[in-house]
């Protein structure tokens, strides 16, 4: 994957298409960031000249039958390239639909666990939000019939991304908000995870540090630097997710998109300080990272460290608080849900990323830590 990144960097546009003979772009886009980011006044100059199949007939978190929508218009539409352009919906949404239509079979039998087999066409990501770190990963996510999916192939990673600061600079106060803590809960679940590597602590450690420097200036008060900076974090969280995946916090996250409309970064925040407070106490009977019960516990004193915390209690308060700072919600109950959803929400858990946790988790283990946020 070869990546550009900083103020202007779109223009390296215009090289990519130049040097692989580019002539018809399917172009992935949202409905409304495309213009408010500032990305379709810029696009609509680079792209003169090229016939372009804009798709943007979405809804937000991408769902099975919007991508088989936007698969019938790319295999109709004889191009060259896909080009995504927007938030991590819009990105997942590029990625399946020029996945996905390079294959033989039906979209719903990759969902379903069939091994990509075929190549798909250059694909292009410009991300407009600083969060999802979608640009830097080979993975999508889909819905179907309100449960969520992964597609998980090297196929999937991006052959270019641009990442220009620029485009978030317009990004409302909530979008910043949520998206922030979404690159913040991948980094630290990143660096808990049983997969994490040397090189994915070193992302992920990056990608905390930046972002509790920068992120409440994003927010509050952005200038061109503090965007810079949580552009190039969550972009860091996301080679960190890249190379472990993610935990529990995620998997939590996707019921409450789901049946509650909690926004996905909002959602991986709510338990974040409580899983670090679990994962602390693992023991013999839950431990799920071979490397064992003290280098599980050396990470977490680790991260507390990172969080500017002096255990894991203050650590979880922190996040918390910066939650609330940004204007996030931090408790299930003032987000519509009632006690008796979180056997709901349990029950429609991704366990696959469960099993990356460090520390094992019950349906017990869980309605307790869901309680914990009530």
């Not at 218009?73 to 997942?92: L, M, R």
């Not at 999802?132 to 991304?161: Q, R």
């Not at 995620?250 to 926004?263: C, D, E, K, N, R």
């Amino acid at each position: 994957m070869k990546e550009y990144f900083g103020s202007g960097s779109i223009k390296n546009l215009e090289k990519i298409l130049h040097k692989n003979n580019i002539k018809n772009i399917f172009l992935v886009t949202g409905k409304g960031s495309y213009q408010s980011s500032g990305a379709k006044e810029k696009l609509d100059c680079l792209l003169k000249g090229y016939n372009i199949v804009h798709f943007s007939d979405f809804e937000t978190n991408p769902k099975l039958e919007d991508v088989q929508k936007g698969i019938s218009v790319f295999k109709n539409s004889n191009c060259d390239i896909t080009i995504a352009v927007g938030g991590g919906s819009v990105i997942d949404m590029g990625k399946l639909i020029n996945i996905l239509a390079a294959q033989n079979g039906e979209a719903t039998d990759y969902v379903k666990g069939e091994k990509i087999k075929n190549k798909s066409k250059i694909f292009v990501v410009i991300p407009t939000t600083a969060g999802s770190g979608a640009e830097a990963t080979h993975f999508a996510v889909v819905y179907m019939n309100k449960t969520k999916y992964s597609i998980d192939h090297m196929y999937i990673l991006p052959d270019y991304s641009i990442i220009d600061p620029d485009l978030t600079i317009n990004l409302p106060p909530s979008i910043t908000a949520s998206a922030g803590i979404d690159a913040l809960a991948q980094a630290i679940e990143s660096y808990w995870c049983v997969n994490s590597t040397k090189t994915s602590k070193a992302y992920a450690k990056k990608a905390i540090t930046i972002l509790l420097k920068n992120i409440s200036q994003a927010v509050h008060n952005p200038s061109k630097e503090s965007r810079a900076a949580m552009a190039k974090a969550a972009h860091l969280a996301g080679k960190a997710i890249n190379i472990t995946k993610t935990t529990a916090p995620h998997a939590i996250s996707y019921p409450l998109t789901s049946y509650f409309g909690v926004s996905h970064g909002h959602a991986a925040g709510l338990t974040l300080g409580s899983i670090l407070v679990y994962n602390n106490s693992v023991n013999k009977r839950d431990i799920l990272d071979k490397r064992g019960i003290e280098y599980v516990k050396k990470t977490i004193k680790e991260l507390v460290k990172i969080l500017g915390g002096s255990d894991v209690y203050s650590a979880k308060e922190k996040i918390t608080m910066l939650m609330q700072s940004i204007g996030l919600k931090t408790r299930l109950s003032e987000l519509g849900v009632k006690f008796q959803d979180l056997d709901l929400i349990i029950k429609n858990i991704s366990l696959e990323r469960v099993r990356n946790n460090p520390r094992g988790i019950t349906a017990e283990s869980l309605k307790e830590i869901l309680k914990d946020v009530f």
